[in-house]
């Protein structure tokens, strides 16, 4: 990747952050030091070079992910997945202290609370559906007999878990009276593996029949 290219994915990264993605072109090319033609030539088009911005945090986490999720399938064969590796995969690559780069999003996973369903929609069915496919078929093999709407939601809860996680790192000290440190990502990890882990074995709540229609 060249320098420009860098320093363009930097520029726009940082103020789709603060400003969210109403930041203009020009805003960005300011603050990379860039021309116009600069941007046109890497990206073609704003939509493309907020799809750069996240596949460049988000495709090493898919790889490592994918790659622990490969090692328990091959001890495993064709037996069942241990539970706790599972959400481990799904989990470290994240929060682990030498994760691959999800952690440099933190500002912009907070802003993306805020976002239009639109982009919402196009983060997941670019970056996300592969991710959550994978995992909702080796949690179907870590508990056996859930049904996968439940795993569906329960992963849900976990992905929001994590993100929560981190962007109110900073407040939890506080909110413990100094005992949480989230600088430690080990014990963080273990105390939200061990969580999820519980969730994922939880009975499946007996829903009314209008209930389930809304699931």
Not at 102 to 125: A, D, T, V, W
Request: neutral net charge; proline residues 7%.
């Amino acid at each position: 990747m060249t320098e420009t290219k860098v320093r363009i994915l930097d520029a726009a990264e940082r103020l789709f952050a603060q400003q969210g993605l109403e930041v203009s072109i020009r805003q960005i090319t300011d603050d990379a030091g860039v021309n116009l033609a600069a941007v046109n030539y890497h990206f073609q088009s704003k939509e493309a070079l907020i799809d750069a911005v996240i596949a460049r945090r988000f495709e090493p986490v898919t790889r490592r992910r994918f790659e622990m999720l490969d090692q328990l399938e091959a001890v495993a064969g064709n037996g069942p997945l241990p539970l706790e590796g599972v959400l481990e995969a799904f989990l470290a690559p994240v929060l682990a202290p030498n994760r691959p780069g999800l952690g440099h999003l933190k500002p912009l996973m907070g802003r993306m609370y805020s976002m239009p369903p639109e982009f919402i929609k196009r983060l997941f069915n670019v970056h996300l559906a592969p991710v959550a496919a994978r995992f909702t078929a080796a949690l179907a093999r870590a508990v056996p007999g859930l049904p996968e709407s439940e795993c569906m939601w329960r992963l849900y809860f976990i992905g929001g878990a994590m993100v929560h996680a981190i962007n109110w790192s900073g407040v939890i000290p506080a909110l413990s009276n100094g005992q949480a440190d989230p600088t430690d990502t080990k014990a963080l990890l273990a105390r939200l593996t061990a969580f999820a882990a519980a969730g994922f074995r939880a009975p499946v709540p007996q829903l009314s029949i209008e209930e389930e229609t809304h699931v």
